[in-house]
């Protein structure tokens, strides 16, 4: 996609809600709905989706219709294979809609479950939360994900609402609620330029805040020089495509002080909060130490189960590829099973693995990395093969350290012990 101008897409779904069959996808898929859209009471400086707005310009009510919700929900739970049913809501922000849209979301789940047991996850900032949210999120078992980037200082330096107030106090007032009520939470974390440099404060005040699960998502944006496209309409780079003209923007965190970020933390979490915190980065690592089946989408050797669904039912290849190029189509128009599984997405997801740089594929910790999200890979390896992922010093730098780890707690859990046992071997001095 080049030029300055997008197209505008104005769908008015006009389907009845019965008229899309029930078809079931052929292996399992995970979609991350938004529901309002990218609209936000927070102004976050990093946010890569408030920019989504610009997709839809003459939109003037973000919020899913309600026999599009009901379409939606009714696709998903038939296009599962399995018998548990995941929902996953985000935004923007979700809590904008009100309580009542999502008791209506609730009702719907339950008329069309069909037998099979649903979940549903709900990521917030948390600002809005009160007490009236809270019951409900509690009473129908909803886990919440906190967007919080360490305590107040480190939080608030991108962290703000429209009129560039920090959002720390809101945030913590509502982690408060989630507390009183018994909602049961974990946090994500943007790993960003300035909280990076303080991987100890941002764990241990996380560990203090009440986070038993904790997500540390690096922030990686591209900006294009001169008259290019705007930072949040860049396209990620295709296969092979040249990007040296592509820096990231200054609140993108650096590769090594990443790395140097997860390894810190991890030293901290291996020799004390071992099967207490569970660290998502850590907890799928080693999941690929041991040959499970890969626990996430971006250490994953291929892609292509992770969707998006915008307000208004487009779907498109996943959550970080939501541009023109990469809309499946409107699971009103077209079954969302038949567009999880169509030969467009097939593709995306193989890319993966096939655009995947020879200096990757001879890389040692390969077995735990597949080169990361593909919307990361926009440099070049020492020999100038394009496609290699920004983040690569990094993570080689985590995984490598965490090897000898590694290797112990998979054999604990190979002889059935628990992996925590590798705190007290660190403690006898048997592990260093």
Not at 19 to 33: D, I, K, S
Not at 75 to 95: D, N
Not at 222 to 250: F, H, M, N, Q
Request: a neutral charge.
């Amino acid at each position: 996609m080049s030029g300055t101008s997008l197209p505008i897409f104005q769908h008015r779904p006009t389907a009845s809600l019965y008229e899309q069959p029930l078809l079931t996808a052929t292996r399992p898929f995970h979609v991350m709905t938004k529901p309002i859209g990218p609209i936000c009471n927070l102004d976050c400086r990093y946010c890569f989706y408030l920019e989504k707005e610009k997709l839809y310009e003459s939109e003037r009510k973000w919020k899913m219709p309600q026999d599009v919700l009901e379409s939606y929900i009714r696709q998903y739970i038939a296009a599962q294979p399995s018998a548990e049913v995941s929902f996953a809501f985000q935004g923007g922000e979700p809590t904008l809609l009100g309580v009542d849209y999502f008791r209506k979301v609730v009702e719907l789940q339950k008329k069309h479950a069909g037998g099979k047991q649903i979940t549903t996850a709900f990521q917030t900032n948390g600002t809005l939360l009160d007490d009236e949210w809270c019951e409900f999120l509690a009473r129908e078992k909803f886990l919440v994900g906190l967007s919080v980037d360490g305590p107040d200082k480190l939080h608030d330096a991108y962290r703000v609402d429209k009129q560039g107030k920090p959002s720390f106090e809101s945030v913590w007032r509502g982690l408060k609620l989630l507390k009183k009520h018994g909602v049961e939470f974990n946090t994500l974390t943007v790993v960003n330029r300035i909280n990076s440099k303080e991987p100890l404060k941002v764990y241990k005040f996380l560990r203090e805040f009440g986070s038993g699960f904790m997500q540390f998502i690096p922030l990686v944006e591209r900006k294009y020089i001169g008259d290019e496209l705007p930072l949040d309409l860049a396209p990620p780079v295709e296969p092979g495509e040249e990007a040296d003209r592509s820096p990231v923007t200054e609140w993108s965190v650096e590769s090594r002080q990443f790395g140097k970020f997860l390894t810190t933390i991890f030293d901290e979490w291996v020799r004390r909060d071992v099967g207490r915190i569970f660290v998502q980065t850590f907890d799928v690592a080693l999941g690929n130490w041991v040959g499970a089946p890969p626990g996430l989408c971006v250490f994953s050797p291929t892609c292509g189960r992770a969707l998006a669904v915008e307000h208004n039912g487009d779907v498109y290849s996943c959550d970080h590829y939501v541009y023109p190029k990469y809309k499946l189509g409107n699971f009103m128009e077209t079954p969302l099973a038949e567009l999880a599984d169509s030969a467009f997405q097939a593709k995306f997801g193989q890319d993966k693995l096939d655009a995947l740089p020879q200096y990757c594929r001879e890389c040692a910790v390969r077995f735990a990395c597949h080169g990361e999200c593909p919307k990361h890979r926009f440099i070049r390896t020492p020999s100038g093969e394009p496609g290699l992922n920004y983040l690569c010093a990094g993570y080689k730098q985590f995984f490598t350290h965490v090897d000898p780890y590694m290797k112990v707690m998979a054999d604990l859990l190979k002889r059935r012990q628990a992996p925590a046992s590798i705190m007290q071997m660190i403690e006898r001095g048997m592990l260093r």
